[in-house]
């Protein structure tokens, strides 16, 4: 039987190369996205492949769009196997450059999008008594650096919603993986919105030298829910990174990151200075 996936942001970045991932092993993909340009690019390269997509205009922040997804896809195709919750967005700034609106922003898209993701499908999944839940976080929610506070929160509360429903919903043979990459090479920073231009070009460096794709990280992705694994670092240096954190006492974890971290933390000095 083929697998049937929904995939939040898949017109572009992780999103597609997530959809291309299952497609080249026949799956049924359903795009939610904003972008219906780029979904309709994602539509043929899903085709090229050896898959079967549909396209649909999906805002994460409008829970009717996710419910109308749900009811269509359990009509259609009589249920969905795996629900990625992908659609993202990115921040960057210090304390005193970050609104409180690009908080609410973020908070809308990041978490609950995510949150109205889960919330549209677990009665789909508890009806046909499976489903699973692939949650796109970022390795910023489990290592914290400076001027990205209102990304790291975000991502944070993600990793926490994840594991509680990978508990709460196992009674319902539901599954729940979370992904937690760093930098890759992907288009996140068309979105982002900062008031830091020198952290923004310093996150783009950091994304156009990255080591790893997005189609690799889809690929660990695979493998990881076949695996029903739980967490996903993708990046080799991230495992050591997250094993460090957990494993070193904490007021020497935090004097470790607060001498490392100065650089980067001088561009918001600099920038708020002018």
Request: glycine share 10%.
């Amino acid at each position: 039987m083929k697998k049937r996936i929904f995939v939040t942001g898949g017109a572009s970045g992780l999103g597609r190369e997530i959809a291309l991932r299952w497609a080249r092993e026949g799956a049924l993909i359903c795009i939610g996205d904003l972008n219906d340009a780029r979904g309709q690019e994602t539509l043929a390269l899903i085709s090229a492949v050896g898959g079967e997509g549909i396209y649909r205009h999906c805002d994460v922040t409008k829970m009717r769009d996710l419910q109308a997804v749900a009811e269509e896809l359990q009509h259609t195709w009589g249920g969905v196997d795996i629900v990625f919750n992908n659609a993202g967005v990115a921040t960057a700034g210090a304390l005193a450059s970050e609104p409180i609106e690009q908080w609410q922003w973020v908070l809308d898209i990041n978490l609950l999008g995510i949150v109205r993701g889960c919330q549209a499908f677990a009665p789909v999944f508890k009806a046909q008594g499976k489903g699973y839940f692939v949650n796109t976080a970022s390795m910023a929610g489990l290592v914290h650096p400076p001027m990205m506070g209102s990304y790291n929160a975000v991502k944070a509360a993600v990793v926490a919603f994840s594991e509680t429903l990978r508990i709460e919903l196992a009674s319902n043979n539901i599954g729940v993986t979370v992904v937690c990459p760093s930098f890759f090479r992907t288009n996140l920073t068309e979105s982002m919105r900062s008031n830091s231009p020198a952290a923004v070009q310093k996150i783009e460096r950091l994304f156009e030298k990255a080591p790893i794709t997005a189609a690799e990280i889809a690929d660990r992705i695979y493998r990881a829910v076949e695996r029903n694994q739980y967490l996903v670092l993708p990046h080799s240096g991230d495992r050591k990174a997250y094993w460090f954190k957990r494993l070193m006492p904490v007021g020497s974890y935090l004097k470790f990151m607060t001498k490392k971290t100065r650089g980067f933390r001088q561009l918001g000095s600099s920038q708020q200075a002018k």
